[in-house]
């Protein structure tokens, strides 16, 4: 039982500087975004109208307005945040199955709290595309306006995901129950 629970607490710690890389490359995307915004600001409108290819069509402006880029950076700053304090929560239930028990009430909560982060991420991921949308044909012309909506495979498998956290975030608080009361009887 020991060698299972040092193994937990050792993929635990793989699973915690994973995802404290993914937070660090997050962060650098954004980074680079807000560089791209002071230096080329248009970039990331082309960058906006590339990710919503045919229904901007032949519609779309050769140059996007100062406030239509400065919302559609607002958006992507704010799906990155939702997502970078999503895979926090999880770093955190990770270090904490590393450092203390493997099964506790503790790490029961930070991974219910991850998977609601990740519900919550996936939202505003299904939210910020038609917001987006909008935002970026402010500066077409009547009757080229579009609103994007949909549901990818991205969304699903997030979804997906945080449904599994949160389902095994109410395990190990089972768990963390049965392992006490097993604790109390010997």
Aim: glycine content about 6%; some cysteine.
């Amino acid at each position: 039982m020991t060698a299972a629970r040092d193994k937990a607490r050792w993929l635990s710690r793989r699973m915690e500087w994973l995802a404290t890389a993914l937070v660090a490359i997050t962060g650098l995307a954004v980074l680079y975004g807000l560089w791209l915004l002071c230096f080329d600001p248009q970039r990331l409108g082309r960058f906006a109208i590339s990710q919503f290819g045919e229904q901007v069509g032949a519609a779309a402006p050769a140059a996007l307005s100062g406030v239509t880029v400065l919302l559609l950076a607002a958006t992507f700053v704010v799906q990155a945040a939702l997502l970078s304090w999503a895979l926090l929560a999880l770093r955190r239930a990770f270090r904490q199955i590393a450092d203390d028990e493997v099964v506790s009430v503790a790490a029961a909560r930070l991974m219910r709290l991850s998977g609601i982060a990740f519900l919550t991420s996936t939202l505003a991921m299904v939210l910020l595309r038609p917001l987006a949308s909008l935002i970026l044909s402010l500066d077409m012309p009547a009757g080229y306006r579009f609103l994007a909506v949909g549901v990818g495979t991205q969304e699903l498998m997030t979804l997906l995901v945080s449904g599994v956290l949160i389902v095994f975030g109410h395990l190990i608080t089972v768990a963390a129950a049965v392992d006490d009361e097993n604790r109390r009887f010997v």
